[in-house]
């Protein structure tokens, strides 16, 4: 069960409850599978792919990773179908109690790209922060901090382009995070985005959630509106239903099948456009996603 955390690791986490109440266990953009394993030799494997529903386009990776919790070290290395190798080293705890060194690549031969993020990350009980240094974009350095006292939480972002000499983005969140329930508002994009999100656990079987968005931006007026709610029929099984302002409902169930296998079905209908025999703009959606791990 979601509950709100105390002090979270990035200032982009603030509000997490309420963002994986409305966002996560709705797979109705397609249909995926995802296979994880464990050796005894602290190496897990993990195998996924997607059928996205509008495109048709399969997309998938094969992931291996190497941890040495005794040393705090992490190595993770991934192979996609787009020919994309990703490498990941994370080393924690190592030179510092609280510090955390993350360096992050990837390379793609048949487009010339590639990519370097080197992150340092510091833990302490009231305060996280990050500082995120981009190779090849810019390059740009990026910081972010967490801070928390009695329930309330400050985080606040900012981008520095080393080129250009100037800050190329910054946002900031203020948030409430009690034992039952979580609120926190967000600015972003240079503080011309504004976020309002809550979340309430009601019951051991019931959570609700709420986020409103303020775009100051956009070339339509208004406030985007979606509201959400979970509930668990059994330690098994629970049921998610989301709608936003626009009118299109989302239904999400989840089911533990046996020990190590879980299936989920999400289903989008635009209420709007039901009796509609060729729909436009939204269009209903169905999907699955199905996860066996041992």
């Known amino acids: 069960m979601s509950l709100p955390q105390p002090v979270p690791p990035s200032w982009k986490d603030l509000g997490k409850s309420s963002n994986d109440l409305l ?3 709705y797979p109705f953009h ?19 792919g997607n059928r996205d529903s509008k495109s048709g386009l399969i997309a998938g990776d094969i992931e291996a990773k190497y941890t040495d919790k005794k040393n705090g070290l992490v190595f993770t290395e991934t192979w996609t179908t787009s020919n994309a190798l990703k490498s990941q080293l994370e080393l924690e705890n190592y030179l510092a109690k609280g510090l955390k060194l993350d360096i992050a690549t990837s ?16 833990k302490q009980s009231g305060v996280h922060t990050r500082g995120a240094f981009d190779v090849f974009k810019g390059p740009t350095f990026t910081t972010d901090t967490v801070f928390g006292r009695d329930g309330f939480l400050f985080g606040a972002e900012t981008a520095y382009n ?12 203020i948030g409430y995070n009690a034992p039952e329930y979580a609120v926190t508002v967000h600015g972003l994009n240079n503080l011309k985005t504004f976020t309002a999100s809550y979340y309430h ?5 019931v959570e609700a959630g709420a986020k409103a968005v303020y775009d100051t931006k956009a070339t339509t007026s208004g406030v985007a509106l979606e509201v959400g709610t979970k509930a668990y029929l059994d330690s098994a099984a629970f049921i998610k239903a989301k709608i936003n302002n626009s009118g299109v409902l989302a239904l999400g169930y989840t089911q533990a099948l046996r020990p190590g296998v879980k299936a989920s079905f999400g289903l989008a209908l635009d209420t709007q456009r039901l009796n509609e025999i060729s729909p436009t703009g939204p269009t209903h959606k169905v999907g699955a996603n199905i996860v066996f791990e041992s």
């Open 107 to 122: 390379l793609t031969p048949d487009k010339g790209q590639k990519s370097a993020l080197l992150n340092v990350i510091y």
């Open 201 to 205: 656990r009601v019951s051991a079987d």
């Open 162 to 173: 080393v080129t250009e000499g100037k800050i190329t983005r910054y946002a900031a969140a």
């Open 30 to 48: 397609g249909t995926s599978l995802e296979v994880k394993t464990k050796t005894p030799s602290n190496v897990a494997f993990k195998a996924g």
């Open 23 to 25: 966002g996560k266990d």
